[in-house]
């Protein structure tokens, strides 16, 4: 059973470039939320979806957009990248009934680096 | 949601228990204390959630007292591959907007 999956792993773009980032969720999970992670903190809300609609969002700008497919894959879109967008970006996944008792599931993550 | 303070860094060394407290006086009625833990270039992983009193699974313990505005994660006999970060969250179960701290870097030494 395939745990959360992102690609891709590594990524270097460019100042004032768009970037895709992929995420499936865990299999039967229907909610999927992205954080971000600079070096050294905690990892920070973007936003959820949930039913393909974005459900909750963090303090993040409207550079970074979202979606998601109806098998539940996320996208998470970010344009005109800045230097600070430079960080470890995270899809967590579960089941929108039963997060209760066994939390989230997150993936390995994308590390972006903007130059 | 309520903030919540952790240690900045621990060591211990292999075999030995390690308590991690996490202090979160603002806690309110409906939230639960939840600990992640994160290694390196990964994502955190989910350990333990409880409400109050104490809370066991094959992994850690969760002590929490009657006042709720603290609790403890417990791992006993803490090996080199406990390296990692822990987090710990205060929350209402069904938010979707997950509050990280800084966390507590655990470093173990054989």
């Known amino acids: 059973d395939a745990g959360v999956t992102q690609s891709p792993t590594h990524l270097i773009k460019t100042r004032g470039q768009q970037v895709t980032l992929r995420c499936s969720p865990k299999?039967?999970?229907?909610?999927v939320s992205w954080y971000q992670q600079a070096l050294g903190q905690g990892p920070q809300f973007i936003f959820q979806?949930?039913?393909?609609?974005?459900?909750q969002r963090g303090n993040f700008p409207d550079r970074f957009s979202g979606h998601q497919f109806p098998n539940y894959s996320s996208e998470l879109n970010v344009n005109a990248l800045l230097l600070g967008d430079s960080a470890l970006y995270l899809c967590?996944?579960?089941?929108?009934?039963?997060?209760?008792?066994?939390?989230?599931?997150f993936g390995s993550g994308t590390r972006l680096t903007v130059v | 949601l309520a903030k919540t303070t952790q240690p900045i860094s621990m060591d211990s060394y292999e075999g030995q228990e390690v308590n991690i407290t996490c202090s979160h006086n603002?806690?309110?009625?409906?939230?639960?204390i939840t600990w992640y833990q994160q290694f390196p270039s990964q994502g955190p992983r989910f350990i333990i959630q409880?409400?109050?009193t104490k809370v066991t699974n094959e992994v850690a313990s969760l002590f929490i007292p009657a006042d709720r505005k603290s609790s403890t994660l417990s791992l006993p006999r803490v090996s080199l591959s406990d390296t990692a970060v822990y987090y710990c969250?205060?929350?209402?179960?069904?938010?979707?907007?997950?509050?990280f701290g800084t966390g507590t870097r655990l470093q173990v030494f054989p």
């Open positions: 979806y949930y039913e393909e609609e974005e459900r």
């Open positions: 603002n806690i309110a009625t409906n939230d639960y």
């Open positions: 299999s039967g999970h229907d909610t």
């Open positions: 967590a996944s579960r089941h929108s009934r039963l997060a209760y008792n066994y939390g989230y599931t």
């Open positions: 409880g409400y109050k």
């Open positions: 969250l205060v929350g209402r179960l069904e938010t979707d907007k997950l509050i």
